[in-house]
């Protein structure tokens, strides 16, 4: 496939989270404009991991771009310490990314067991920790796309609803 250049195609890392950052660096050259981390796995944001991806973008013309983490995470957990830890973790990682792109992505919440007794309570839960994210990264000028979810069972997101 031949990619024209007013084409903007970004490459998402996810297949990726155990690889250093040294392969980011030939994305342009395969046509790629954008680079999606995955804050997940070895490319978890934090010291180490932002310094390597300061480098990168300081270095290449690729658009950043950042999923927050979501292995373990719940939006839509109606255990309110788990909740509160999904927001946490997701807003820690919106700020310490801040100063380097304007737009992140989410994954909306599923149902736990005790979701599956009550999902619409579920559902509430989830939007209530979508809105609190949005509005955390609205302080910071970001915007949040939610991710369009495959067709897994207990997952919100897999249609507008």
Known sequence: MQISPSMKISFSSLAL???????????????????????????????????????????TDLVLTLHLPFSDLN??????????????????CLERASD???LLWVHPGHLSP????????????????????????????INIGVENMPNMQHIFGKTAR
């Open 75 to 92: 939006l839509g957990s109606l255990n309110h310490p788990i909740w509160n830890e999904s927001i946490r973790q997701m807003t820690k």
């Open 17 to 59: 989270v155990n690889n250093p950052f040294d392969w980011a660096y030939g994305l342009e050259e395969v046509g790629f404009t954008g680079w999606e981390v995955v804050s997940e796995g070895k490319q978890q944001l934090n010291d180490s991991t932002l310094s390597q991806i300061r480098n990168i973008i300081e270095t």
């Open 114 to 141: 005790l979701g599956m007794q009550l999902p619409d309570m579920a559902w509430q839960q989830n939007i209530e920790g979508l809105r609190t994210i949005c509005d955390f990264a609205d302080d910071f000028g």
């Open 100 to 102: 380097l792109l304007s």
